[in-house]
């Protein structure tokens, strides 16, 4: 059967970060400075690993850790990940981490004056279906002070990782929330120029999401390439 080859459709300028953006200070030095060498690729970087659920078990509730519910309040989000044709990216593992209700990660270097939750993690991952949607269970997100600037605070967000094939197709993404005062100021939001393309990275409210008595619901799509592509962190990289 032959696979249909579909073109692929450049970036629009101004939808994707630049890998140097004044206002997010810490970008000069994420990045390599020098010209790329080309390193022939090899099968292990062309085939793999393949990421499955049985050999990644998913964690499809992060609000909960040992049977005990995180404190925050609990959201639901889910979304589909997608190509620039539309066609769904099934059996993907999508990775999320983020701070916990009061601002703070789980993680040593974290050091906010802001109060750990022993019962929130603040890590999972989960899967894409058949028609690539996924769906996980969560708390969402409190702010908290970056040092970029003076008075800087970092809007609510979530982080995405989306492996393909292999590791060398991993890209990195965050989802913000709707009416958010802070994306208006926020130096690594604005570091997509195209305000259309940084909206993407906006979840949206969604009723049908939400689950009665229980959480809010959010919509994240996702778009791995094109000119309607998700903007990501990982400069102008696709997956193939």
Do not use: C
């Not at 099934?90 to 999320?96: A, F, G, K, W, Y």
């Not at 000119?227 to 102008?236: K, L, N, S, V």
């Amino acid at each position: 059967m032959n696979v249909e080859e579909t073109p692929f459709r450049p970036y629009a300028s101004g939808t994707q970060p630049d890998n140097d953006t004044a206002a997010y200070r810490s970008t000069i030095l994420r990045h390599p400075a020098k010209r790329l060498l080309k390193i022939p690729q090899t099968i292990t970087e062309l085939s793999g690993p393949r990421f499955s659920e049985q050999k990644f078990p998913p964690t499809d509730n992060i609000a909960v850790n040992h049977g005990k519910e995180a404190l925050g309040e609990r959201i639901i989000v889910a979304g589909h990940v997608r190509d620039e044709d539309g066609r769904p990216v099934p059996h993907t593992m999508v990775e999320i981490w983020q701070a916990n209700a009061a601002g703070r990660y789980n993680h040593d270097r974290d050091q906010h004056d802001a109060p750990l939750d022993p019962d929130f993690k603040g890590i999972g991952r989960v899967f894409t279906d058949d028609e690539g949607a996924y769906r996980f269970i969560s708390i969402k997100p409190g702010s908290y002070p970056w040092g970029n600037h003076e008075n800087a605070w970092r809007p609510n967000h979530i982080h995405f990782s989306l492996f393909g094939p292999g590791h060398a197709t991993r890209l990195i993404t965050q989802m913000y929330f709707p009416g958010d005062p802070l994306l208006t100021l926020d130096p690594i939001f604005l570091a997509t120029a195209d305000a259309e393309a940084r909206n993407r990275l906006v979840s949206r409210f969604d009723l049908s999401i939400t689950q009665p008595n229980w959480a809010l619901g959010y919509r994240f799509d996702i778009v791995l390439r094109g000119r309607q592509a998700t903007p990501m962190e990982d400069g102008h990289a696709h997956h193939h």
